[in-house]
């Protein structure tokens, strides 16, 4: 079973490469955003929790998102794997998250993080802001918070997986296939 925790700041390109990945490698992706943006669209007790995080542009708190996460595990037992895109986010998370896969005789095969200058993640932010309607990337305000929530909670999970032999940076700056081509080349080798 190949599971991979794909990482990066918000717009570094992690759904867009998880959506070719997946197919390639034939796991399931599980997005946390896509899966609270799903609740709040749908008004769920979830979903109206969660935005009023995000809408701060703050993170979820960990035993919501954990115990989403594992609803999600245990829908596809089947599973050749998954994507975890937008989870672990803190270091308690990335070790529930062992515990919880060790407890289904599997592990995380490896982080890989796409690395993007700060500039131009807001300006793609900015540019899916218009597109998108989220208004969590309408404001640069609010895009900046999250990079700094994304600093001082998220990128700790560097040295996590760097401490176990598992992190694995990747240049995300480039067309889409040279992005795809750059991360194949790590998953092939985990």
């Known amino acids: 079973m190949k599971n991979i925790v794909l990482f ?12 070719l ?25 979830l979903g109206i929790l969660a935005k009023s995080y995000m809408d701060k542009g703050n993170l979820v708190p960990d035993q919501v998102t954990i115990d989403m996460l594992k609803a999600e595990v245990n829908n596809n037992p089947e ?7 937008g989870f672990p986010r803190t270091e308690s998370q990335a070790a529930s ?13 490896g982080m890989v993080a ?7 993640l807001v300006e793609r932010l900015l540019n899916r802001g218009k597109t998108s309607g989220r208004p969590d990337d ?16 998220t990128a700790i999970l560097k040295d996590y997986y760097q401490k176990q032999n598992k992190y694995f940076g990747v240049d995300g700056v ?10 194949e080349e790590v998953i092939d080798t985990l």
């Not at 480039?174 to 991360?183: A, E, F, R």
Request: hydrophobic content about 30%.
């Open 97 to 109: 998250l062992d515990k919880f896969l060790q407890g289904k005789n599997t592990s995380i095969s």
């Open 114 to 120: 796409l690395e993007v200058p700060e500039n131009l």
């Open 21 to 45: 990945l997946k197919i390639k490698y034939g796991l399931i992706h599980i997005s946390t955003g896509d899966v609270f943006r799903f609740n709040i669209k749908n008004e769920t007790e």
């Open 174 to 183: 480039g067309s889409i296939h040279d992005i795809t081509s750059k991360l």
């Open 79 to 85: 599973s050749k794997g998954f994507i975890f895109d």
């Open 138 to 153: 309408q404001d640069e305000s609010k895009i900046r918070n999250r990079f700094n929530e994304y600093e001082s909670k």
């Open 8 to 19: 990066g700041p918000p717009g570094a390109g992690k759904g867009t490469q998880a959506d």
